[in-house]
Structure formats: structure tokens, C-alpha cells
């Protein structure tokens, strides 16, 4: 009795696509200064980087995030403080 109540309340989950993480330097600004984190291409990551990650907060779908996944959060951010300097 439980198997086949088992069998009719399970549903099919969709599976999320797969999100291929921008390349070293890459995020919100597409950086090319090779540092993870150097949204601004200036060469080091700063305030400025900070704040540009800062005015992404929760949105998703912007042009990269530096941890791959398609939200600006923590992770992002603890990614960005990493490579501070």
C-alpha cells in the first residue's frame, strides 16, 4: 500500500542547466586582468570592484558572476575579498 502510494506522489523534478563559470578575471565586468574579483579591469581588486559586486546584490542573469552560478551573493563576495589588494 505504501509502495504504490510511494509511486503516484513522486513527480518528476526538472533538472537546472548546467552554468559554465566566466574565466579567471571574468564577472560582472567581464574582467581580463587575470585577478578573480577585478570587476572594473583595473588590475587589483578594490573598493570599486566592491561596489559594482554591492549594486548586483541578488540579482541574477548579469553579464557573470565570479563564482559561476547565476545570483550575486556571498559566495561572490567571499570570493572578491579573496583576491582583495
Known sequence: MYSE???QSTA???IPPVVTPPPAGGGL???TS???GDLNNSGRVDITDLSILLSHWGQSNVLGTLDGNPIINVNDLSILLANWG
Open 29 to 31: 565586468g567581464g574582467g
Open 34 to 36: 587575470g585577478k578573480n
Open 5 to 7: 502510494w510511494f509511486m
Open 12 to 14: 518528476t523534478v526538472p
